[in-house]
């Protein structure tokens, strides 16, 4: 009798932790892995917005600002969403917390410059949004990299 109570107990036990753990951080990294593919999504069907501030309708970049706000405000909380998040991060081979940062502020710089034209602000979206690649991890052929100086 002892040994079945025993059992039982343990995998009861067995069966929170897991399930404390799967809630705990398994969904909330693969939630944060999910906006990352969003980021790298918005980027590549956002484009044109990107590239051409200021010529599209006001709906779309109204829609595109805001799109990348949120995507930013986003990995904002999956940095408070994942435990110990710089312990985890090395663990599941996620962007370290300045990298998300530096990602989440270059989506409201390019938020903010969708409805923007200025002389170089061609060039300065496209940084951003190496930056933003750069520092989540998503791949950026180099053909589509801003040149640098002196190419």
Aim: charged share 20%; aromatic share 8%; glycine share 8%.
């Amino acid at each position: 009798m002892g040994t079945v109570f025993w059992t039982v107990i343990a995998g009861a036990l067995t069966y929170v932790v897991g399930q404390l753990v799967l809630k705990l951080v398994i969904e909330p990294v693969h939630e944060f892995r999910r906006t990352i593919g969003a980021v790298s999504h918005t980027l590549i069907e956002r484009a044109n917005v990107i590239a051409n501030p200021g010529v599209l309708s006001e709906e779309v970049m109204s829609n595109t600002s805001h799109e990348l706000r949120k995507l930013s405000s986003q990995l904002h909380a999956h940095l408070y969403l994942i435990p110990k998040y710089g312990f985890f991060a090395g663990i599941f081979c996620l962007p370290s917390q300045p990298e998300v940062l530096e990602a989440a502020s270059m989506l409201i710089g390019l938020s903010n410059s969708v409805h923007r034209v200025s002389e170089n602000i061609y060039e300065i979206n496209g940084k951003r949004v190496e930056k933003i690649c750069d520092s989540l991890g998503i791949y950026r052929p180099e053909q589509e990299r801003v040149p640098k100086e002196g190419q």
